[in-house]
Structure formats: structure tokens, C-alpha cells
């Protein structure tokens, strides 16, 4: 009787403890996932807006598609199912990058035969730009320090693949400057993207991990091959 006692009270104890654990899970507000929905939509919408002449098959299969993969990624996020999730959030992911490549190769297939004209060409080139930020914001926030699942389950950010600003702060300055908890949402993977695209570097952002090195580059390169390709073009009209 004794042991049996003895268990019941470590089992008690236990379950108390997982309970006051998910409570301050409670605690940390969930990082807010609506950008990255309005984001992969802007995607969606610059894509409709491109020539035929840049655009893969019928102008509504590539945003069909990648509407029925993000519709399931944000129907397992609200069930929790975190894996899944992941896994059609990386596929919507994977579909916009492939969409981009396809669109830029097609531009500069199309650009030998001069059939877009000036218009149409500054206007294409502007939307793989914007589309090229977007794309690699989203692959930045899915990916960095395992997703902003993981990233919700820390109070604060001390460690990723990207050494924010934030990080180097002390606990005071954090409290101080009421950043106690900070950690990167979508906005700040969006304005790293945003200055691998004009700067060509992170700029006040440094990179840590091999695998943010690469798609930055990859990036890097996509955005002069673009801007490139619209300068040839400018020259040629004039």
C-alpha cells in the first residue's frame, strides 16, 4: 500500500507539473502567421498578373496549386498538427520558388525576341523582383531556428540561423527597451529578404548557418539576373 501510495502521489505530481508547464506555454503569445498567408497570396496575385509569355501552361494552374497546398497548411496549423503543417508549408514553399526560376528562365528566353513590349517588360521584371523578396521571406521565416512553431515554444530568441540585432542585447537592455521576449516575426525575415535583393547582403543581419548562406546567394544571384536583364533591355531601347 505504501508503494502504490507512493506512486499515486509521483503520478499526481507529474501530471500537476505537465500542467503548469502547457499553462506557461499559454503564457508566450503565438508568433501571428498572417503574414506569411498574405504573402504566399501577393505571390499568387503578381503571378496572374505576368505575360503569357512568362507563365507556365494556363495562367491559373500554378496559383490553383499552390492555393490547394496552402489551404490543408493552414487547416493542420489550426489543428495541430505541427508536422504536417511543415510539410505542406514547405511544399507551397518549394512551388513559389519553382515558380519564380521557371518565370525568370522564360524572360530571358522571351527577351532575344523582343515580342513584350517596354511596358509589359518593366512590369514583368518589377513582379519576379517583388515576387524573388517574398518567395526567399518565406523561406528564411519557415526555416530559421526550426520554424516559427519551434521558435513559439521559447520565450525570446537567443539562438537561430540569423544573428538579429536583438541577440546581441543584454537581458537589461532587452527588459529596458521592453523587448524581454522579442523574437523575429515575419516582418523581420521580410526586411532581410528585402535587403539581400537591393544590397546584395544581410546588412545589419549576419548569417550563421550553411543552408541561409546558400538560399542567399541564390537569391542574391535571382535578383541581379533580373535587374541585370532589365538594364540590357533599357540600354537596347534607347
Request: a negative charge.
Amino acid at each position: 500500500m505504501f508503494y502504490l501510495g507512493h506512486d499515486c502521489a509521483v503520478i499526481w505530481h507529474g501530471l500537476k507539473s505537465l500542467a503548469h508547464a502547457e499553462i506557461l506555454s499559454d503564457d508566450i503569445e503565438p508568433e501571428p502567421r498572417w503574414p506569411a498567408f498574405v504573402a504566399v497570396l501577393a505571390v499568387g496575385g503578381l503571378y496572374t498578373g505576368l505575360p503569357d509569355a512568362l507563365t507556365m501552361g494556363p495562367r491559373w494552374l500554378v496559383p490553383s496549386a499552390v492555393l490547394a497546398l496552402l489551404i490543408p497548411t493552414v487547416v493542420f496549423h489550426h489543428t495541430g498538427r505541427q508536422r504536417l503543417n511543415n510539410l505542406f508549408g514547405f511544399a507551397v514553399d518549394a512551388a513559389l520558388t519553382l515558380e519564380l526560376m521557371v518565370s525568370i528562365a522564360l524572360l530571358i528566353a522571351a527577351l532575344p525576341t523582343h515580342k513584350e513590349s517596354p511596358q509589359e517588360l518593366l512590369l514583368s521584371a518589377s513582379s519576379l523582383w517583388i515576387t524573388n523578396i517574398l518567395v526567399f521571406a518565406l523561406w528564411y521565416w519557415r526555416l530559421d531556428a526550426g520554424g516559427p512553431h519551434q521558435r513559439d515554444k521559447r520565450p525570446g530568441h537567443t539562438d537561430g540561423d540569423f544573428l538579429f540585432p536583438q541577440m546581441t542585447m543584454s537581458e537589461q537592455a532587452l527588459r529596458d527597451a521592453g523587448m524581454e521576449n522579442w523574437s523575429p516575426v515575419f516582418v523581420d525575415y521580410l526586411f532581410l529578404a528585402f535587403n539581400t535583393s537591393t544590397a546584395f547582403s544581410p546588412t545589419d543581419v549576419p548569417v550563421l548557418a550553411r543552408w541561409a548562406k546558400v538560399l542567399m546567394m541564390l537569391q542574391s544571384l535571382l535578383s541581379l539576373l533580373i535587374l541585370a536583364l532589365l538594364a540590357a533591355r533599357a540600354v537596347n531601347i534607347l
